[in-house]
């Protein structure tokens, strides 16, 4: 079929629905150009690269209709009309579908050139259940424990710090290790399956909210919520750009979130550093992790320089793991150092306390649960740092990005 370039083009999903033959004749009959009918969702995406559509007018019950999908469309400037029921239209929203209309033929073609004219389209990567652009929440701060390579202790900080802040609050502690977290061996949680990829798949398809996150949480005493992570590193492309921050969003709304991330920062295009990005974005504060050796302490200052370029204005606080006055330097020289990278929003140091770590790991607890240790009343005060006894928590406002356009 030739099309010429002045007419409005589309690509037609019906997956079998009983609307596709009248509104194929009424697209006709209002001039609208069905560039293809397309038998399902893969075919879709295929032939939005070189289609020269402007629009895809898609059955809205669909089961491979997610958000992957639609933002695929959307970098070929290809926006979404959904087909259904009005009850569609807010989990269709949160894939970034444009607008969803009933199955009229006179509706759909008026809806088609509406879509059509649409030049600003909210980013389904970043719009979670419950958001509102401008009305502040409540919710829980977003902690993101972050490190340079070289094991400076990320999930024991972040298992710490989460089982702590526990005692007083409720609290959600996440595993976003892209490598494959250890968070749940290191609590004797048995994750059988992944919280992390269910509630990443709830978000893919816009179904997540708080009922399905507290069903992929695993609990762990009587304030501490656990989503539990990758069982191996090549699970990671499950969790695809843009759907941890709404997890975490979510994740906000049951209490102070605490993240165990990656290390990787920089590739902003690879599935393993995004995660660890997104974590980092969607975070109140950021802990960075450096361990007090030598070694730990050249990385953890390249680490300051390189997480500063990802985290711009979120506040910074850096925990010194494993000091003990052997190494032959005092903590002012170190904070010295630190303050010749960052401005920290505080430097907290944590001693070498083997025995109460060897008793943690081996029995599968947290410092909090195995009573007063060294180590744990240094957590305690990282906890109360971050955490204020009395503070009120917000959120810092519902957020949504906006594309002016599709590139």
Not at 284 to 305: C, W
Not at 366 to 391: C, F, H, K, N, Q
Request: charged share 25%.
């Amino acid at each position: 079929m030739s099309v010429p370039g002045t007419r409005l083009c589309v690509l037609l999903l019906a997956g079998g629905a009983r609307w596709e033959a009248e509104v194929l004749a009424a697209l006709g009959q209002a001039g609208v150009v069905v560039v293809k009918r397309c038998v399902d969702v893969p075919d879709l995406m295929a032939s939005a690269v070189s289609s020269g559509a402007g629009v895809a007018v898609v059955e809205g019950t669909l089961p491979h209709l997610d958000a992957e999908a639609v933002m695929h469309l959307l970098r070929y400037d290809v926006r979404v009309l959904g087909i259904g029921d009005p009850a569609l239209a807010e989990r269709l929203g949160r894939l970034g579908v444009v607008e969803t209309t009933e199955p009229v033929p006179s509706q759909v073609v008026a809806a088609v050139r509406r879509v059509a004219a649409r030049d600003v389209l909210p980013d389904p990567e970043l719009v979670t259940p419950g958001e509102d652009d401008d009305a502040p929440v409540d919710r829980g701060r977003i902690v993101a424990v972050w490190g340079p390579t070289g094991a400076p202790g990320r999930t024991t900080v972040a298992v710490g710090l989460a089982a702590e802040l526990a005692r007083t609050r409720p609290a959600v502690l996440v595993d976003a290790d892209p490598y494959g977290g250890t968070v749940a061996q290191a609590l004797g949680v048995l994750d059988e399956a992944s919280g992390l990829l269910a509630a990443a798949r709830m978000a893919n398809v816009g179904t997540l909210d708080a009922a399905g996150f507290a069903r992929s949480c695993r609990r762990v005493g009587d304030r501490l919520e656990v989503l539990t992570g990758l069982p191996r590193a090549d699970r990671r492309v499950e969790v695809r750009p843009g759907v941890l921050g709404g997890v975490l969003a979510v994740a906000a709304g049951s209490g102070a979130v605490v993240v165990d991330c990656g290390f990787c920062v920089e590739d902003a295009d690879s599935v393993r550093d995004r995660m660890t990005i997104d974590a980092l974005g969607a975070a109140d504060e950021v802990v960075v992790v450096g361990s007090a050796e030598p070694s730990g302490l050249a990385r953890l200052a390249r680490g300051l320089v390189e997480v500063q370029d990802v985290v711009a204005a979120i506040p910074v606080r850096v925990v010194v793991n494993r000091m003990r006055p052997t190494l032959g330097w005092r903590e002012k020289d170190i904070v010295a150092m630190i303050e010749g990278y960052v401005r920290p929003a505080g430097v907290h140091f944590l001693p070498e306390d083997r025995p109460a770590m060897d008793r943690s790991t081996v029995a599968g607890r947290s410092l909090t649960e195995l009573g007063d240790s060294p180590l744990r009343a240094a957590m305690a005060e990282v906890v109360s740092a971050i955490w204020p006894a009395g503070a009120t928590e917000r959120a810092r406002g519902g957020r949504r990005r906006r594309l002016d356009g599709v590139r």
